[in-house]
C-alpha cells in the first residue's frame, strides 16, 4: 500500500531551528509537496520537489532524498505565525496525491 | 484572500436534511476538488473536475453528491447525512498539470447532528 509517515506533533521555541520529516511509500514518484495550514484556515502551498536536493525559500527549505523515499521541511529563525499544522503530500505514478495526516507544530515564547 | 471561496463557512444539519456546499475560483484554473478533512487524518479526496467533466470519484457514497457548471464553480450536494461524515469540506483548483500546486478554500466545517 501507499503510505506518508510524518510526526503528529512538535514543539520549538521562537527563533530556533526546527525539521519536519516526512518518509513515503508510494507506487512510482513524482515529487512531493509540502503545505501550511493555520487552525480554521485553508492549506497553503509551501513547495515542491521532485529532484534530490535543498531548495531554499526565505526562512524555509525542503529537502527531497529519492533513494531514501525522505523529506523534510527545515523552518528557521521561527515566529509564533510558524504555529500552524504542516501536510507533506507524494505523487505517485498515476499522479495521485498521496496525503501524510499533517504535523501540528507548537512555538513557544 | 486565497482566491477559493467557500460557503457557508460552517453548517450543521440533521440526518435527513438536504444542503449545498458551494465553492467558487476566480484563478482561472481548470481543475476543481473536493476534499474531506478529518482530525488527525490524511486529507481524502472525494471528486475531481477537469473542465467541468468529473474525472474522479474515490468511492463517494451517493449521499454526496457533485455539480460543476462551469469550470469556476463546484457544488456538493448533501442529502441524508450520517454523523461521522461531520469533517471539514475544502474545495481547491489548479491548473491541472501534475505538478500543479492545489490551491484551497477555507473549508465549511460540516456538523452532522
Known amino acids: 500500500g501507499q503510505n506518508i509517515d510524518q510526526p503528529t506533533e512538535m514543539t520549538a521555541t521562537e527563533g530556533a531551528i526546527v525539521q519536519i520529516n516526512c518518509t513515503y511509500q508510494t507506487s512510482g514518484f513524482n515529487g512531493l509537496f509540502w503545505y501550511q495550514q493555520h487552525a480554521g484556515e485553508a492549506p497553503t502551498f509551501l513547495s515542491y520537489n521532485v529532484l534530490d536536493g535543498l531548495e531554499e525559500k526565505g526562512r524555509f527549505s525542503s529537502f527531497l532524498s529519492r533513494s531514501k523515499g525522505y523529506s523534510y521541511l527545515l523552518l528557521k529563525e521561527l515566529q509564533m505565525k510558524d504555529s500552524a499544522s504542516y501536510l507533506c503530500a507524494a505523487v505517485d505514478s498515476n499522479y495521485q496525491l498521496i496525503w501524510g495526516a499533517g504535523t501540528k507544530l507548537i512555538i513557544k515564547p | 484572500e486565497t482566491g477559493v471561496t467557500q460557503t457557508p463557512r460552517h453548517l450543521v444539519m440533521g440526518m435527513t436534511n438536504k444542503k449545498s456546499l458551494k465553492c467558487e475560483q476566480h484563478?482561472?484554473?481548470?481543475?476543481m476538488y473536493w476534499y474531506k478533512q478529518s482530525a488527525k487524518k490524511p486529507l481524502e479526496l472525494m471528486f475531481v473536475?477537469?473542465?467541468?467533466?468529473?474525472?474522479e470519484n474515490n468511492s463517494v457514497p451517493s449521499r454526496f453528491s457533485p455539480e460543476c457548471p462551469n469550470s469556476s464553480h463546484l457544488f456538493l450536494h448533501l442529502h441524508t447525512l450520517q454523523p461521522e461524515d461531520s469533517a471539514l469540506y475544502l474545495c481547491?483548483?489548479?491548473?491541472?498539470?501534475?505538478?500543479?500546486?492545489?490551491?484551497f478554500g477555507n473549508g465549511t466545517r460540516l456538523t452532522v447532528t
Open positions: 481547491a483548483s489548479s491548473q491541472g498539470a501534475e505538478n500543479s500546486p492545489l490551491h
Open positions: 473536475y477537469n473542465f467541468k467533466e468529473q474525472t
Open positions: 484563478l482561472g484554473h481548470n481543475a
